[in-house]
Nanobody, 124 residues
Framework: QAQLVDSGGGLVQAGGSLRLSCAAS????????MGWFRQAPGKEREFVAG????????AYGDSVKGRFTISKDNAKNTVYLQMNSLKPEDTAVYYC?????????????????WGQGAQVTVSS
């Protein structure tokens, strides 16, 4: 069983940047796909970004392409989400997740364990 702890959320003005971190423990981290999702009030949880086990394959939701970057440090069992050029519509709770599949999927059902979430608020 894996445990994931999200951190790095906060309040930022539009156009600013934040970096989220997700520390994993409990299982081997380096062999698995990691993802970030977000959920705004009244909306479905949506895919933001994903990265495969060796970091060579990444995927992004259309609304964040070119602004967000996902990366992972297997030695630290940590995955990151660098968020630049933030917009008010990026406001949401952000969740990291781990999948035991080798392919980066965008569906939340493909992910097995989830972090507790980190609030990101972007003011206009």
């Amino acid at each position: 069983q894996a445990q994931l702890v999200d951190s790095g959320g906060g309040l930022v003005q539009a156009g600013g940047s934040l970096r989220l971190s997700c520390a994993a423990s409990g299982r081997t981290f380096s062999n698995h796909t990691m993802g970030w999702f977000r959920q705004a009030p009244g909306k479905e949880r949506e895919f933001v970004a994903g990265i495969n086990w060796n970091g060579e394959t990444t995927a992004y939701g259309d609304s964040v392409k070119g602004r967000f970057t996902i990366s992972k440090d297997n030695a630290k069992n940590t995955v990151y989400l660098q968020m630049n050029s933030l917009k008010p519509e990026d406001t949401a709770v952000y969740y990291c997740a781990i999948s035991y599949l080798s392919v980066v999927y965008t569906e939340k059902g493909a992910y097995d364990y989830w972090g507790q979430g980190a609030q990101v608020t972007v003011s206009s």
